[in-house]
């Protein structure tokens, strides 16, 4: 078992000594709901300003463009906020990524906007956990590794998004550059409250099918009319055979129709895959290929397939495994047992994995009941895992990963 060096212990002591609940507290103030972009313009320029005692480049990033399908078919930009991203001495012999986001589930008119503390240790509140609480503790560990002398061994680039809770359309390609040339990312998703952190991940994929048919009087010439919503449904039995134990598929809502006595010609299928391995999205998109050629045949409609697989599968391969063992023998040293297992939630970790880089994608705070009401952050964890972070950065700054 390694020991805790004399630059780890005051590394450690700076964490402690951040002002992390003030900034949590802070920054869940601001409503930063996904589509709030006043919110977000609000929680990035506070961030901007927070992250700025960092040496390196801040900028805030354009977000690049999205498409949303409405339910009326039609094809728009989705606007989205601002990215942050900072760079840290890009030419140093270590390189690392740090990301977070600073969007929530909860929009501006949400009635969840305010926090309270249910004992001394657990802070109720909208992102405490998911994940405000993880940037505060990301920001003090990356105070402290600038005061040691190992700071000037490692450089970083940090991205915390605006948009990771709807899955990171206007900004993986932001992910994917920052990702370049890294030995390691470390990701701020909250741990479970027991510190339990996430593993392998399975994907994920979101399809707008959108059907055009024919109306007619559903009484007088129904079969001059070209029902979309029949179609839609046989997509969605076709699409929901495909499903495997390596492959959820969900059809998850069919919008369109009008009066009874009406053919309907307008449908939307939204469909959400959700695969564990990688040749799964192959063959997910080949059914989907089929379905589509075969019901637009068989129905004589119009079919038009939105969507993407827009985070593959992340494994444990080699490169994960060896930085998870790090960040447990890190955690050996600070008294904190830590384990992890498989999930099947997605994050921007499936994003860095993909792009052939190691991630650990729980390092944020513990807490629990994230997307809901009863969203809680365990304080004491602020510390504690600041202190893991600390420790694992310099461990890698010294000797890389191994």
Not at 99 to 113: I, L, R
Not at 298 to 304: A, N, Q, Y
Request: hydrophobic share 45%; with cysteine.
């Amino acid at each position: 078992m390694e020991r805790l060096s004399t630059i780890e212990r005051d590394a450690i002591a700076r964490t402690a000594a951040a002002p992390m609940l003030e900034r949590v507290q802070a920054w869940a103030a601001i409503n930063s709901g996904t589509a709030n972009l006043d919110g977000l313009a609000r929680i990035a320029a506070t961030l901007a300003d927070a992250f700025s005692v960092l040496p390196g480049t801040l900028r805030l990033v354009d977000p690049e463009p999205v498409e949303a399908v409405s339910a009326a078919g039609a094809v728009s930009a989705q606007p989205h906020g601002h990215h942050l991203h900072l760079a840290v001495r890009p030419d140093a012999p270590v390189q690392m990524l740090f990301t977070g986001h600073m969007d929530t589930v909860y929009p501006a008119d949400h009635p969840f906007q305010d926090q309270r503390f249910l004992d001394a240790n657990t802070l109720n509140g909208p992102g405490v956990a998911d994940m405000k609480g993880g940037l505060a503790l990301l920001l003090a560990a990356l105070e402290a590794v600038e005061t040691t002398p190992l700071a000037e061994r490692i450089g970083y680039e940090v991205v915390i998004n605006s948009d990771e809770e709807t899955g990171s359309f206007s900004s993986a390609a932001l992910l994917a550059q920052a990702a370049r040339g890294k030995v390691a990312a470390l990701t701020y998703e909250p741990a479970l409250p027991d510190g339990t952190l996430a593993g392998a991940r399975g994907g994920t994929g979101n399809f707008s099918i959108v059907i055009h048919g024919r109306s007619a009087h559903a009484g007088r010439n129904p079969d001059d009319g070209r029902n979309a919503i029949v179609a839609a449904a046989e997509i969605a039995v076709r699409l929901a055979a495909e499903r495997r134990p390596t492959l959820a598929v969900n059809p998850a809502r069919i919008e369109g129709g009008g009066p009874n006595n009406v053919v309907p010609d307008l449908a939307v299928l939204r469909v959400n895959f959700r695969p564990k391995a990688a040749d799964e999205i192959a063959r997910a998109r080949t059914a989907i290929d089929a379905a589509v050629a075969d019901v637009a045949a068989k129905h004589d409609v119009r079919i038009d397939v939105h969507g993407s697989f827009n985070r593959p599968p992340k494994p444990i391969d080699a490169g994960a495994a060896r930085l998870f063992d790090l960040v447990k023998r890190s955690g050996t040293d600070l008294g904190l047992d830590i384990g992890w297992r498989d999930t099947g939630g997605v994050c921007d970790g499936n994003n860095i994995a993909a792009a052939g880089v190691p991630v650990v994608d729980t390092m944020g705070a513990r807490g629990g009941a994230i997307h809901s009401p009863d969203e809680f952050l365990l304080v004491d964890s602020l510390a504690e895992r600041a202190a893991l972070s600390a420790v694992t950065i310099l461990r890698i700054a010294a000797k890389g990963v191994q």
